[in-house]
Every structure is written in structure tokens, then in C-alpha cells.
């Protein structure tokens, strides 16, 4: 499965236009998102949760607004847009964005050409759409919370990119860990042995970094994932050099692209 999707991301990296990725909360949908807006890796990378975005703020937030627009607005806001220029902008939880912006980002995806609330310019942006979302969009769409013609508009750079839940590829969760592990080079208590029932490889993380303050050795550590390796019955070829205390580390053909996704 980390095959497929490594090949996927690689191919979307290389190419232009704007990207939808769907998955459940927690599959790695931000770490995708920014591997896919590497080619733009010296631009800005721009994230937004548009579960936060307010009815009636919601566009301002996304495409600035004049002085003067609205009660409160003192000054003239840039908006994330701009803030992107010529790199990313990461509209994460985008099954969330209210309805009033849809409309507004619709045009923005179909030509790049926007205009901040209070404004009559015209004004243009290169920046790179990466949406992503846990709503099934198509059910947002039949029950009219969601865009029918903002989601063909979605799918129609690229077809959407979809990211399982580790508990769909048990084999890879240790080549997450031992990634992790060598890129924290800290040593972590051995919550570890939970690994093996992780869904999702932000899960994975989180055994590794929000263990309990008293370190234990990094040996110790290894050793409990050594043992997890044996009692799941297999040790990918991304841990063995890790795992195994010496000797030169060997990557799996997906490390590549976790290591990308940090």
C-alpha cells in the first residue's frame, strides 16, 4: 500500500495543478500535502483549517478584505492567499468550508483570480490548491452542504489522492516507527508495544513523542519493538539495520517518502 501511495505522491509532486486528498482523520493527510508542494519547497506553505472559519469571516480570512469592508475592519487584511504567493495553500477539513467561500474559491481554482471583500481589483495568485478532508464529499454534496460544481472542480487537475488508515497495512506501521524513531534520536519509554493496534501513523507518533517524561534507554526501546516485530511476524527491511543495534541502516522503497512527509 506505501508503495502505491509513495508513487502517487511522487507523480502529483511532479506535476501542477490543485490536489484533493481524502482520508481519515490522522492518516497523514497534512504530511501528504506537504510532500506534494515540495517542488515548491523554497515558496510558502500556507495551512488553514476551514472547520475554523467563521460564516461571515471566512472569505476575509481566505481573500483579505478593503478598510472598512466591515465593522471592525480598521485596516486593509491581507488574506491567506496572498500570504501563499507562488507556493501552497493547504485547505485542510476543506468538507468544512462554509458555503458563503465556496463560491468565492470556485472561481479561485477555476482562473486564480480573486477579490478581497470591500474591493473592486482583480487580483491573481499562483499559489498551489491542496485540499483535504475526512467528509465523504459526495454525501456533502446530496445533502447541499458542499458544492457539486466546487468538487468536480476539485477532481478535475488531478484525480483524488486517497490515504488508508494503518490498521488497512499492519506492514508498514514499523517502518513509521523506526522513522520516527531515528528522526526524535530521543530515547522513549516503551509504550510502544500499543504500536502494533495503531490506526493511523500520527498514532504512531504520538506513542513515540508524548510518552512519559522518565526516559529509558534507547536499547530498551529498540527491544520492545524488536519484540512487537517478532510477536506480529514480520520486520520490514526499513527497521532491520535500526533495529538490529549496528550495522549500516536499509531503507524500504516507501521510507523515501515518509522521511519526505515529516
Known amino acids: 500500500a506505501a508503495d502505491a501511495v509513495r508513487r502517487r505522491l511522487e507523480s502529483l509532486a511532479a506535476s501542477e495543478g490543485h490536489v484533493l486528498i481524502l482520508g481519515e482523520t490522522g492518516v497523514g493527510k497534512e504530511r501528504a500535502a506537504r510532500f506534494v508542494g515540495s517542488s515548491r519547497e523554497k515558496e510558502p506553505f500556507v495551512a488553514v483549517n476551514c472547520a475554523e472559519l467563521s460564516r461571515e469571516l471566512g472569505r476575509s480570512e481566505l481573500f483579505g478584505h478593503a478598510k472598512g469592508a466591515f465593522s471592525g475592519a480598521s485596516t486593509t487584511g491581507e488574506g491567506l492567499v496572498a500570504k501563499a504567493g507562488n507556493g501552497v495553500l493547504f485547505l485542510d477539513e476543506v468538507g468544512e468550508l462554509p458555503l458563503e467561500t465556496q463560491a468565492e474559491l470556485l472561481r ?28 465523504v464529499l459526495d454525501e456533502a454534496v446530496e445533502q ?15 484525480a483524488p489522492l486517497e490515504l488508508p488508515p494503518l490498521r488497512e497495512r499492519p506492514e508498514d506501521i514499523l517502518d513509521w516507527v523506526a522513522l520516527f524513531l531515528e528522526e526524535t534520536l530521543a530515547p522513549r519509554p516503551s509504550r510502544l508495544l500499543a504500536a502494533g493496534a ?60 515518509q522521511r519526505g512527509m515529516l
Open 108 to 135: 479561485f481554482l477555476e482562473d486564480g483570480s480573486y477579490r478581497s471583500i470591500g474591493s473592486t481589483e482583480l487580483k491573481t495568485s499562483n499559489a498551489r490548491v491542496v485540499a483535504a478532508t475526512n467528509v
Open 144 to 158: 447541499r452542504t458542499f458544492r457539486r460544481d466546487l468538487l468536480a472542480r476539485l477532481r478535475s487537475s488531478n
Open 198 to 257: 495503531a490506526d493511523d501513523v500520527s498514532e504512531v507518533a504520538e506513542l513515540l513523542t508524548q510518552a512519559e517524561s522518565e526516559s529509558a534507554p534507547t536499547a530498551m526501546t529498540l527491544a520492545v519493538v524488536r519484540r512487537r516485530a517478532a510477536f506480529m511476524g514480520f520486520l520490514p527491511n526499513g527497521c532491520r539495520g535500526l533495529l538490529d543495534g549496528g550495522g549500516e541502516q536499509r531503507r524500504s522503497p516507501h521510507a523515501t517518502w
